[in-house]
């Protein structure tokens, strides 16, 4: 008994690394686009070609890291993780220079509480939830490719679609995400545990702010 106790333990000491290193940097994001939106720049530097850079960078950078990640050292990992909360921060920014302070703010406590429900009903389940990533990835695909296609049609229904689904997607991919990490960590041994951390906070990380944006443009009042 006292040898499960102290492996349980392990494990809750383990993920809540994983979810302090999580919520550092969806605040670091958070801050980072409040401060661009304040500095009055948004329109200069979403104003033209460059702006779309801006705009696609975090999907660009979010691919890389599906592709190499799980072959990035510790300290790799660490810094791309910091680079991506930037740059997603600085994205966010157009968000936040369009949309009301109480839209955000209301958006955020949505996305906190579903998000928290999700992690929790994943990382306490008996199920074996591996089976949803199929489906779940297929799902994101398909999110970055129709929202492609939108930028081009403009259309306002295709757009509230894809806000609708990708919020179910994304809270899907928390459950899924919490289940894997829980038996991930479970499994892992001490010296992996730290660069496991940073993977795992870069998923639910990316989780969060796709909820988050999802339910804002979905619901919030521009100004």
Known sequence: MSIYVSAAESLNTAVAGVLARMTAGVFGTMVIAA??????????????????????????MSLFLAWKGETMSEGTIK??????ATAMGVSLS?????FTTASIVTALMGTTVSFGALAFYGY????????????LFAGVIGLIVASVV?????????QMTLNVL????????????????RDMFWDADKDGIRRMQWFAALSLYI?????????????????
Request: glycine content about 8%.
């Open 150 to 158: 939108n930028i081009f049609v403009a259309s306002t229904a295709l």
């Open 124 to 135: 306490f389940t008996k199920k074996d939830l591996s089976g949803w990533g199929p489906f």
């Open 35 to 60: 401060l661009v939106t304040s500095s009055g720049l948004v329109p200069v530097l979403f104003g033209g070609l460059f702006g779309y850079v801006l705009i696609f960078a975090p999907l660009a």
């Open 79 to 84: 810094l791309w993780y910091i680079a991506f």
């Open 166 to 181: 990708c919020i179910l997607i994304f809270l899907g991919l928390t459950a899924y995400d919490m289940n894997r990490i």
């Open 207 to 223: 989780n969060f702010i796709n909820i988050f944006v999802s339910i804002l443009q979905l619901f919030g009042n521009k100004e």
């Open 94 to 98: 157009l968000l936040f220079y369009a």
